[in-house]
């Protein structure tokens, strides 16, 4: 899977080709295009990747996406799994708490307007 991601995002010897050409950004589509290309990798496992690299945007800077593979790699030349892992829990955390603040608004929206809306339909004149 880690080859197919360096190819993906440009990484020096990466592949024959800089697929993204100078871009400072990777968007998720043309990321799983490049990854796919390349070679067959799940689909939840590309999210994971790319979650990680984004934190829960819509595109990965590509800085980001080199200085990650170059943190998961050992000085030995294997790859750190559990450097890995931790990169994407922390990019799952950022989702899951962007859907937590999310909905957190939501409720304080509705319960400000039930409250005011409550105030003028049942206020004493």
Not at 27 to 55: E, I, Q, S
Not at 93 to 119: N, P, R, W, Y
């Amino acid at each position: 899977l880690f080859v197919p991601l360096a190819v993906a995002i440009g990484a020096p010897g990466g592949g024959e080709g800089d697929y993204l050409g100078a871009e400072r950004y990777v968007a998720r589509d043309a990321f799983k295009a490049a990854v796919r290309w390349r070679g067959n990798a799940p689909d939840a496992a590309l999210d994971a990747v790319f979650d990680a690299w984004a934190r829960g945007s819509g595109c990965a800077a590509r800085s980001q996406c080199l200085g990650s593979l170059d943190a998961w790699r050992r000085s030995d030349g294997s790859w750190d799994l559990g450097a890995a892992d931790r990169d994407i829990l922390l990019g799952k955390g950022v989702v899951l708490g962007g859907f937590v603040g999310l909905a957190v608004i939501d409720f304080v929206a509705l319960s400000a307007l039930v409250f005011f809306a409550k105030t003028i339909l049942f206020a004493e004149s």
